[in-house]
């Protein structure tokens, strides 16, 4: 079994910066992709960002120029930089993984989300 821990959550006023950390435990895994995704209330959730095992990453188009993807493959862990923060990146972020752990097949696990919120 794998766990993802995301954090770094928290209020912060428009134009300012937060840093997400998911960090991924448990024995005998191999990630592949790593991304973060949002939600708010009533709608979908939707990917913010993505970076594959030889980092290559893909941004939303709403996030471009502003946020930054990483990852420490030695670690399990990515990051999302968030910079220029405005009211509607407001959002519980959740830090996505494709893993394999044994011989199960890949499958998709989710951290338990971390809330921003952007005030104004």
């Known amino acids: 079994q794998v766990q993802l821990m995301d954090s770094g959550g928290g209020l912060v006023q428009a134009g300012e910066s937060l840093r997400l950390s998911c960090a991924a435990s448990g024995s005998k895994f191999t990630i592949k992709d790593m991304g973060w995704y949002r939600q708010v209330p009533a709608k979908q959730r939707e990917v913010v960002a993505t970076?594959?095992?030889?980092?290559?990453?893909n941004y939303a188009d709403s996030v471009k120029g502003r946020f930054t993807i990483s990852r420490d493959n030695s670690k399990n862990t990515a990051f999302l930089q968030m910079s220029s923060l405005t009211p509607e990146d407001t959002a519980v972020y959740y830090c996505?993984?494709?893993?394999?752990?044994?011989?199960?097949?890949?499958?998709?696990?989710w951290g338990q989300g971390t809330q921003v919120t952007v005030s104004s």
């Open positions: 996505n993984a494709l893993v394999k752990v044994g011989v199960m097949p890949w499958r998709d696990y």
């Open positions: 970076i594959t095992s030889d980092g290559s990453t």
